[in-house]
């Protein structure tokens, strides 16, 4: 009988503790469940780093710290993008943050199921990874950073009144790069502006890229590609020494030498897929019903170094409006 008795309390003490528990971390379930994100990262580079660098601070804070990060990068390869795909949909994931077109298209392929949060991929539809921008379907949705390519035209207008001759350079094997680039041509075209495209597959193409646009272009946009990014010092080195000004898209290749680039700020881009991806992971959110979103501002940097040494003008709108920026 005294057996039964201190059994009994043990029973009870043990069924108090278990009710304790609960009632103090009722609403707090990230303690009881540990997630596992991938990140799958074209290439390298500074830009796309510091992208993921806030998703990754946003989430873990968003998640109070109860998730692990696995980073794998490619570098541009095919062969190991299609292994690390492979890894990401066969590893466990809770979610996988894709940067880079041809990336989240493998990862995709292999996977109907892992929830999929696309970083800065351009457009997302014509690249056949969802049914439309506003209700993606199935496992993917995520954010865009679609070139405004009319008002990067607008401001070369600007600054280089008398161009006519328009030059890009792109990877045609980066998906997204040829949607720019076609995009580019189009808006040139109703300009009555003449496009010079150039290809490259490697970096070590772009020097003898330029020579060949040497005389035939009045100045080269250099969209979001990869290589082509990956290589920007070597690109603004050789355009330099060949006195061909170059605009773009983002705040970074200003600092290396772009006279002037108009594009998003890829750190807000980095704060809204994290919170895409903490509304799926925690609030049970269907990928698929969340429309792709984009950076709600675009901001104009110009690098006045650059401009006093091609001899332009500093127009007084981009003192006003732009961001200075100091190589």
Known sequence: M???KWFMSTVVLIVISIAAFFVLNKGNN??????????????????????????ENHLKESLSENVEFVRLVPEGDASK?????????TGGYS??????????????????????????ITDPKTAGLVKSWEKPG????????LSPISVQLDRMAEIQPKARRI?????????????IAERFKSECNKRGLSCITA??????????????????????????????QSAFPLLIGTANEMKIPVFDCDEGTVKKGAVFSVGFNYLDLGVISADMAFNILKNGKSPGEMPIR??????LFYNPNQIAKFGFLLPETWIKTGKRVSE
């Open 81 to 89: 993008t299609e292994q690390m795909a492979q890894k990401f949909a």
């Open 95 to 120: 979610l996988v943050f894709v940067i880079g077109t041809n990336q989240a298209q493998s990862l995709a392929n292999k996977t109907k199921t892992i929830p999929i949060v696309l970083g800065a």
């Open 2 to 4: 005294k057996y039964s």
């Open 30 to 55: 990230t303690y009881s469940k540990k997630y596992k994100v991938g990140i799958f990262e074209v290439v390298r580079h500074p830009v796309l780093d510091s992208m993921v660098d806030t998703f």
């Open 167 to 179: 030059g890009i350079i792109y990877n045609p094997a980066e998906d997204n790069s040829g949607i």
């Open 199 to 228: 290809t490259i597959s490697n970096q070590n193409e772009i020097r003898q890229t330029l020579v060949s646009l040497l005389g035939k272009i009045d100045v080269l946009y250099a969209p979001t590609d990869a290589t082509v």
């Open 138 to 145: 199935g496992n993917i949705t995520g954010t865009s950073d």
């Open 294 to 299: 984009m950076a709600n501002n675009v901001q």
